[in-house]
């Protein structure tokens, strides 16, 4: 089995897109990009300064331009935004030449990673845990049905995630091919 050309992370916030993304990436002998960061760098600002100036529908026109901009770029581990899936025309930006792996996370463990980030604007309000079960309930099926494979992330450190992803992507990753090279020198 060859490597995909792309693997995509999607998932709700608090799934650890990012983290597991930058791991993955290095095992991989991959480049990470992060769409959130992109646009964040782009704009001079941050999402939720985009979301104050522009509401959500324009940060969305944003980061469908930001996929449609990345969706031929080889070697490439991408996080997206927990609503990318939201507009249908991105779900064939996100499939496009990759991998997408859901990273699936209970509401439980979304509140606790995302209890203290202020960069979060659909969770600035009096009921967090409210608005991610109703985000939850809305965009699950849409993850699903996009993922080339799910991954749950409750209760597993980011290493094991990724040495898990590795092994169900491809056990002979760049990075291992090189090793098992390097190894074998060693043995002669």
């Known amino acids: ?14 799934a650890g897109k990012s983290t597991i993304g930058r791991m993955l990436a290095r095992e991989m ?14 704009c ?29 770029e080889p070697e490439t581990v991408l996080a997206t935004g927990g ?6 025309e991105n779900h064939a930006l996100l499939k496009k030449h990759s991998v997408v792996v859901y990273l699936r996370t209970s509401i439980e463990q979304q509140v606790e990673r995302t209890r203290k980030d202020r960069n ?12 991610l079960r109703t985000l939850f309930a809305v965009r699950d099926p849409l993850y699903t049905e996009l993922a080339d494979i799910i991954m749950h992330t409750d209760r597993k450190s980011p290493r094991l995630v990724v040495r898990q992803l590795v092994n ?20 002669v």
Do not use: C
């Open 168 to 187: 169900r992507i491809n056990p002979k990753t760049p990075r291992q091919q090189r090793q098992v090279r390097k190894e074998g020198r060693n043995h």
């Open 1 to 14: 089995m060859s490597l995909p050309k792309r693997i995509v992370l999607i998932g709700p916030m608090g």
């Open 83 to 88: 609503g990318a899936v939201m507009r249908p």
């Open 44 to 72: 001079g600002a941050n999402i939720p300064w985009i979301f104050d100036v522009e509401g959500e529908e324009g940060f969305r026109q944003r980061e469908t331009a930001m996929l449609e901009e990345l969706a031929a």
């Open 120 to 131: 979060r604007p659909l969770l600035q309000n009096d009921d967090p845990e409210g608005v």
């Open 29 to 42: 002998g991959y480049r990470f990009l992060d769409t959130d960061r992109i646009i964040e760098e782009r």
